[in-house]
C-alpha cells in the first residue's frame, strides 16, 4: 500500500525547498520571457492520478490496456488544441519545445539535409542549429540574421540563403526578438524553393491564442511550440499542422523520438487551453503587450537603446552598452535578481562580448501580467531598474532602490496566501 503521508511528513526537505521557492516567486519581480505562472487548476491536473498511466500510442491505438479514460482526456486536449488555433491536426505528446522541434526535424530530415533558421546570437533558439545541439550536430544549417541597421529579420537575406541553399525547411521563430515575424513573406519563400515552412512559435503561442499577435498556423504548413510560456500552461510542448504532416508527425513523436506521454502533463495543457479560450485570456494577453510597450518605451526616453527600437510583442532587449561600457548583462542581471527584479542576460546583435557574460538584458512581461501589473507598475518597474543599474556601483541607492521593488512586488503576488497551502 502506498503512504497516504503528506508530502511534508514524507519528506520535509523538499517541502521546504517548494515553500522557499514559493517565498521567492512571491516577493520578485518577474520578467524573464519564457517563464509564467501557472494557475492552481492547471496545476492540479498536473500533479493528478493520470501520472500513473503508460499510454503509448495515441487515442484508440494505444499498445496498452486501460487507456479509456486517458483517450477521452487526450482527445479533448487534441480538439481544444485545434479549435484554439485553428488547425486541422494537432499533437499534444512533445515533453517539451525542444522535442517538439526534434519530432519535426525527425519526420521531414534526413541527417545533413539543409535547414534554415535563425541564427542565436540573432534572436534563435538552440534547437534552430547550435553547433552544441543535436539539431547544429545532424542537420546542415544555414542562418540569416538581423539586418543591421533596422534589427529587424532581412527578409531579402533571408530570400537569397534559401535560393542559394534550397534548404528542405524553413523555420521562423526566435526567443529573443521583439517585432511581428512577417509569415507572408517566408510562405512566399517557402513556396519558391518547394520547401516546408516550419513557425516556431514557442515563445509567443500564448499571445496568438489570445489574438494579440497574428497567428502563424493560416501561413505555416507546421507548428511547434510550449505550452508553459505566454500561453500559462504546464511545462511540455506540441505541434500544429496541416492534415498532410499529420501522419509523419505523429509517428516521429512516437515511436520516433519519445516513450509514453506524459498523460498528467496532457491533462493539465487540456486545462491550459481551457483557460486560453475564454476572454479573458486576451484581454490578457492584450495586457501582456501593453506592458511590454510601456517598459520599452518608458526605457527609450531614459536614453536607453533597446534592440530594433522598441517591442510588438511581449519581449525586447536593452543594450546595456547605453547605459555603463562596463556593466556586462551577466553582472546586470545578477544584482538585479539581488535586488527582487528577476530576469536574464542575453546575447544582443554584433554583441562583443561571449553568450555567457553578454551585453543585454532580455525582459519579458507575461509573468508580470499575471502577477496583476498593468502599465502604470511596468513603467514604474522599467524605472527602477534603470535606477538600479545606473548606480549599480552605489550599495545605498540599490539598498534604496531594492525597498522600492519589495514594496511593488509584495502588492502583486502570483500566489497570495490564500493559496499557499494547497501549493505546497
Ligand atoms: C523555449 C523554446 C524552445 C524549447 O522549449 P523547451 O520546452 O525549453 O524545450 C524551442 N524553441 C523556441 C523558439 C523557444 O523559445
Redesign the pocket.
Known sequence: MISMKSLGEIDPEIESLITRDLARQNSHIHLIA?ENFASPAVMAASSSIFTNKYAEGYPNKRYYEGCQIVDEMETLAIERAKSLFGAAHANVQPH????A?MGVYLSLMEPGDTILGMRLDQGG?L??GSPVNFSGQYYNIVAYGLHPETERIDMDQVRTLALEHRPKVVLA???AYSRHLDYEAFRAIADEIGAVLLV?A??FIGLVAGGSVPNPVPYADIV?A?T??ALRGP?G?MILSSEEYAKVIDKAIFPGGQGGPIENQVAAKAVAFREASRPEFSTYTDQIVANARAMAEHMVEAGVRIISGGTDNHLFLMDLRSIDEDLSGRDAAKMLDQIGVTLNFNSIPDDPRKPFITSGLRIGTPAMTTQGMTEAEASETARLIVAALRKHNDESALESVGGEIAALASRFQPYPSEFAGHLS
Not at 96 to 99: F, K, M, N
Open positions: 519564457s517539451s519545445g525542444s522535442q522541434n533558439h534547437t534552430h521563430g526566435y526567443s516556431d514557442a515563445h511547434t510550449t508553459h510560456k511545462r510542448g
